[in-house]
């Protein structure tokens, strides 16, 4: 009798951090994992020091790589985004057949992910865009999964996902998002929202820093203080640690040798990009992305810094250390609402748009494990949702409504104090003006329109009657009807 060859649940095509680390998850969860490589010395490496951890079969080339999988197979590709997703997808694409599951776990962009759903559709395969978040130690411990594609495939792969998923009061942080490209552009907003997030942690700490006068441990208190309230969250938490890190080299803190340069790979500028062509004001991302980008433009700084006037600025420090701490809190709070507000508005319109019916709710809750952005006040979101999935913005939630009555005075003297003082604080402003704009009753884009039809006819509807009318501006500016 032929002894019956041992076949993999899953196969993991890629083996750098990411890969690796999902491939061991895999198995830590009992799967039988087939591992491949396109620089074999990567599956030997990956073999030699993770075999003893699970059930591994690794393999040489794609086709027994595919061979290795059982029936419907199901490989997730987690290589560089781009060219090399697309050159896997092929050769995984030929080797595979009708009813297999390709899974790109890479950071994909969404209309990469669209159009690749629609190809393998038509070769009779199911292509699932897997937004992964949690980076090497999430992708290893439990990530945060938000699987696309066709509903049918998360029947087979939703239980292995959610296996290894992260949990949260016993919920896997893991659940089908919604048809083609849903899952990756809900990746994409997590991490526009991420953007945010520490950009208006790092303006807290700039404000303590440079208006309270605090040296970077005693900060470290503040935000180890602030992950036990509302705050709590783990970019909070991270925070205070690498606050609290003392450089070896030199004895200083840590972030005093750090190159004030942020970097960026690019999801945070994808979040604005597709915000621009939704119409939808994503402000705190955007000004959290150009903060990085400016933060980058070292040339320009180098000429500007001290060489820009400054005008009379307050020179002392903050009167009441404690209230001023306070005022920070509650600023960063509702900064932080904001662009939790503004990222949930773009993930309604990209779902309109693309008929994706992605439940607000679902996000929320994958959310408060594995990724990046956990936090303890998605469970607020979840329960707003509860309350009225329809509510036009999360800011009108009675619950977020009631927090920002006590939030938006602190908020506002904290960009008082930060403008007299010359800090820069563009989210923090930012999404005060915002929220300023949707309580207005009257915005100046009435003028705005005026001046539209002024140089080019473009018309204006007017408050008292309906329709669309146009000034005679160079004639005898009498109003006529367009
Ligand atoms: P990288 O993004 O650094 O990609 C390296 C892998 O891509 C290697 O396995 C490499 O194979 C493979 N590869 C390349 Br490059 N070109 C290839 C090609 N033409 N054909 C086949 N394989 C090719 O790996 P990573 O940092 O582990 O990230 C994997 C994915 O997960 C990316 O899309 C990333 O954006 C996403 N992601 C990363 C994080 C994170 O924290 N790092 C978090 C969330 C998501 P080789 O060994 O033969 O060169």
């Given at each position: 009798?032929?002894e019956?060859k041992?076949?993999?649940q899953?196969?993991v095509v890629g083996l750098?951090v990411?890969?690796?680390?999902?491939?061991?998850?895999?198995?830590?969860h009992g799967?039988?994992?087939?591992?491949?490589?396109?620089?074999?010395?990567?599956?030997?490496?990956?073999?030699e020091?993770?075999?003893?951890?699970g059930d591994?079969i690794?393999?040489?080339?794609?086709?027994?790589?595919?061979?290795?999988?059982?029936?419907?197979?199901?490989?997730?590709?987690?290589v560089?985004?781009?060219?090399?997703?697309?050159?896997?997808i092929e050769?995984?694409?030929d080797?595979?057949e009708?009813?297999?599951i390709?899974?790109d776990?890479g950071?994909?962009?969404?209309?990469?992910t669209?159009?690749r759903?629609?190809?393998?559709s038509?070769?009779?395969?199911n292509?699932?865009?897997?937004?992964?978040s949690g980076?090497?130690?999430?992708a290893?411990?439990g990530p945060?999964?938000m699987p696309?594609g066709p509903?049918?495939?998360?029947?087979?792969?939703?239980?292995?996902?959610e296996?290894?998923?992260?949990k949260?009061?016993g919920t896997?942080?893991?659940?089908?998002?919604g048809?083609?490209?849903?899952?990756?552009?809900?990746?994409?907003?997590?991490?526009?929202i991420e953007?945010?997030?520490?950009?208006?942690?790092?303006?807290?700490?700039?404000l303590?820093?440079?208006?309270?006068?605090?040296?970077?441990?005693?900060i470290a208190?503040?935000?180890?203080?602030?992950?036990?309230?509302?705050l709590?969250?783990y970019?909070?938490?991270i925070?205070a640690?690498?606050?609290s890190?003392v450089?070896?080299?030199?004895?200083?803190?840590?972030?005093?040798?750090?190159?004030d340069s942020?970097g960026?790979?690019?999801?945070?500028?994808?979040?604005?990009?597709?915000?621009?062509d939704?119409?939808?004001?994503?402000?705190?991302?955007?000004?959290?992305?150009?903060?990085r980008?400016?933060?980058?433009?070292r040339?320009?700084r180098?000429a500007?810094?001290?060489?820009?006037?400054a005008?009379?600025?307050?020179?002392?420090?903050v009167?009441?250390?404690?209230?001023?701490?306070e005022?920070v809190?509650r600023?960063l709070?509702?900064?932080?609402l904001?662009?939790y507000?503004?990222?949930f508005?773009?993930i309604?319109?990209?779902?309109q748009?693309?008929g994706?019916?992605?439940?607000?709710?679902?996000?929320?809750?994958?959310?408060r494990?594995g990724?990046i952005?956990?936090?303890k006040?998605?469970?607020?979101?979840?329960e707003a949702?509860?309350?009225?999935?329809?509510?036009?913005?999360?800011?009108?939630d009675?619950?977020f409504?009631?927090?920002?009555?006590?939030?938006?005075d602190?908020?506002?003297?904290?960009?008082?104090?930060?403008?007299?003082?010359?800090?820069?604080?563009?989210?923090f402003a930012?999404?005060?003006?915002?929220?300023?704009?949707?309580r207005a009753?009257?915005?100046?884009?009435?003028?705005?329109q005026?001046q539209r039809d002024f140089?080019?006819?473009?018309?204006?509807?007017r408050t008292d009657k309906?329709?669309?009318?146009?000034t005679?501006?160079?004639?005898?500016?009498?109003?006529?009807?367009?």
């Amino acid at each position: 009798m032929t002894e019956q060859k041992k076949l993999a649940q899953i196969g993991v095509v890629g083996l750098a951090v990411m890969g690796s680390n999902i491939a061991r998850n895999f198995a830590r969860h009992g799967h039988t994992v087939a591992v491949y490589n396109r620089s074999h010395d990567k599956t030997e490496h990956f073999m030699e020091n993770f075999a003893s951890e699970g059930d591994f079969i690794p393999a040489d080339s794609i086709e027994s790589f595919v061979n290795s999988l059982e029936r419907p197979r199901r490989a997730l590709i987690m290589v560089k985004a781009g060219g090399p997703t697309d050159a896997v997808i092929e050769q995984l694409a030929d080797a595979m057949e009708p009813g297999d599951i390709i899974i790109d776990g890479g950071n994909s962009l969404y209309t990469d992910t669209i159009r690749r759903e629609a190809e393998m559709s038509e070769r009779g395969l199911n292509f699932v865009g897997a937004g992964i978040s949690g980076g090497e130690e999430g992708a290893l411990n439990g990530p945060s999964i938000m699987p696309g594609g066709p509903e049918e495939s998360y029947e087979s792969l939703g239980p292995l996902l959610e296996s290894v998923s992260a949990k949260v009061d016993g919920t896997p942080c893991c659940t089908h998002i919604g048809p083609n490209g849903a899952g990756h552009f809900v990746k994409m907003v997590h991490n526009g929202i991420e953007y945010a997030d520490m950009q208006v942690i790092g303006e807290a700490y700039h404000l303590l820093r440079y208006a309270a006068g605090m040296d970077p441990q005693e900060i470290a208190e503040v935000f180890r203080e602030w992950n036990s309230g509302d705050l709590d969250s783990y970019l909070v938490e991270i925070t205070a640690e690498v606050l609290s890190q003392v450089d070896a080299e030199t004895g200083k803190p840590l972030i005093d040798v750090i190159v004030d340069s942020a970097g960026q790979k690019g999801t945070g500028r994808w979040t604005v990009k597709a915000a621009l062509d939704l119409g939808i004001p994503t402000t705190g991302i955007g000004e959290a992305v150009f903060a990085r980008a400016l933060s980058g433009a070292r040339a320009q700084r180098a000429a500007t810094i001290a060489n820009l006037p400054a005008g009379q600025l307050v020179a002392e420090g903050v009167k009441d250390r404690a209230a001023f701490i306070e005022d920070v809190r509650r600023a960063l709070y509702a900064s932080k609402l904001v662009a939790y507000a503004q990222g949930f508005d773009e993930i309604k319109a990209g779902s309109q748009e693309h008929g994706w019916n992605v439940d607000p709710r679902d996000l929320a809750t994958i959310w408060r494990g594995g990724c990046i952005i956990r936090a303890k006040f998605l469970n607020r979101i979840v329960e707003a949702y509860n309350n009225n999935p329809e509510v036009e913005s999360l800011l009108l939630d009675p619950y977020f409504n009631n927090e920002m009555s006590g939030l938006i005075d602190s908020w506002r003297r904290i960009v008082v104090e930060a403008t007299t003082r010359g800090l820069p604080i563009p989210v923090f402003a930012s999404s005060l003006s915002y929220y300023d704009s949707l309580r207005a009753e009257r915005l100046p884009a009435a003028l705005i329109q005026g001046q539209r039809d002024f140089f080019g006819a473009h018309t204006y509807e007017r408050t008292d009657k309906d329709g669309h009318f146009h000034t005679l501006w160079s004639g005898d500016r009498t109003e006529v009807e367009a």
